[in-house]
């Protein structure tokens, strides 16, 4: 089967779980488990995982030049990342997360200007700036804060530091996504990762009451850790081998969809005037970024 195809596949999967987890995780947080504790939780799940799936591959060794860039990927994709999206799903809610997510194939874009020399076509200025100024606008102006929501400015704050990081991630890593397989470039970033996240994610992680933790819970921490960790930064670690970063950030479109229908559908969330603006001017933004000439591109 074509590459190309199966790399969609698995971008569109790992879309899917990570528009679920917008809701999973918030009913985690934080009630029971505080943003950064839930970092550790899953960077201890993360690593494990991937280092005990390695065992039954040939061993990889890192070139030493490589240094560098695997702890600048794991810095961005395991640190900032993981602690800025769970610590603003904490103060805000699944609706505005999902929102704000769909910002990163701006983010992308601007990176991908600055680093790669990307084109900087007029159209594209406009898109950054209707993006920005949804984000905006969610976190300025749409401060009805349910109880799990302490600090909805803040976490939509977050989330926007949340897109950026994780948008230069994926150009950074995908240069040793395609040197190093997959397996093993995971578990030494998610190990790299947890390394750096510990002096911040460690007091809450020990904090945690885990006797106070109803099952229904652990079903939700399981699937962040099964899912939302380990199957999604596998699957789309084989998309970015595959895909460029632009072509695969486009796949964020899906998640406010899949993300806002799943949030009301439980009702973890609910739709206002700001919100909608907001998802106007975002996705209004990124199909103006992503738009591309009538050319054969991946």
Not at 4 to 27: E, P, S, V
Not at 73 to 92: D, H, Q, V
Request: proline fraction near 5%; charged fraction near 10%.
């Amino acid at each position: 089967m074509d590459k190309r195809f199966l790399a969609i596949l698995a971008a569109l999967g790992g879309t899917t779980i990570y528009a679920l987890n917008h809701t999973i995780a918030k009913d985690v947080m934080p009630t029971y488990v505080q943003g950064f504790g839930f970092i550790m939780i899953r960077l201890i799940g993360g690593t494990v995982l991937f280092w005990a799936v390695s065992l039954f591959l040939p061993k990889q060794p890192i070139a030493r030049a490589d240094y560098k860039h695997f702890f600048r990927a794991a810095f961005l994709g395991m640190a900032i990342n993981m602690l800025a999206f769970f610590k603003g799903l904490e103060y805000s809610t699944p609706i505005n997360s999902t929102v704000i997510i769909t910002t990163t194939p701006i983010m992308v874009f601007l990176f991908s200007a600055l680093l790669l020399k990307e084109q900087l076509a007029r159209y594209r200025v406009i898109g950054v700036l209707l993006g920005f100024l949804g984000a905006l606008s969610l976190i300025l102006f749409n401060q009805h804060a349910p109880p799990n929501a302490p600090n909805i400015a803040l976490g939509n704050f977050l989330f926007v530091v949340n897109a950026s990081a994780y948008g230069l991630y994926m150009i950074v890593v995908k240069p040793l996504s395609e040197k190093y397989n997959t397996i093993h470039l995971l578990k030494w970033l998610f190990l790299i990762g947890l390394v750096i996240s510990s002096p911040l994610a460690l007091p809450e992680f020990l904090a945690v009451d885990w006797q106070q933790i109803p099952m229904p819970i652990w079903w939700r921490i399981g699937f962040v850790v099964l899912g939302t960790t380990f199957m999604t930064y596998l699957l789309m670690m084989y998309a970015i081998r595959h895909l460029r970063a632009t072509t695969l950030s486009v796949f964020t479109y899906i998640q406010p969809i899949m993300g806002i229908l799943f949030a009301l559908a439980v009702g973890a969330d609910q739709m206002n005037a700001t919100k909608w603006l907001a998802i106007g001017f975002v996705l209004a933004g990124v199909y103006l970024v992503t738009k591309r000439e009538q050319t054969p591109t991946n």
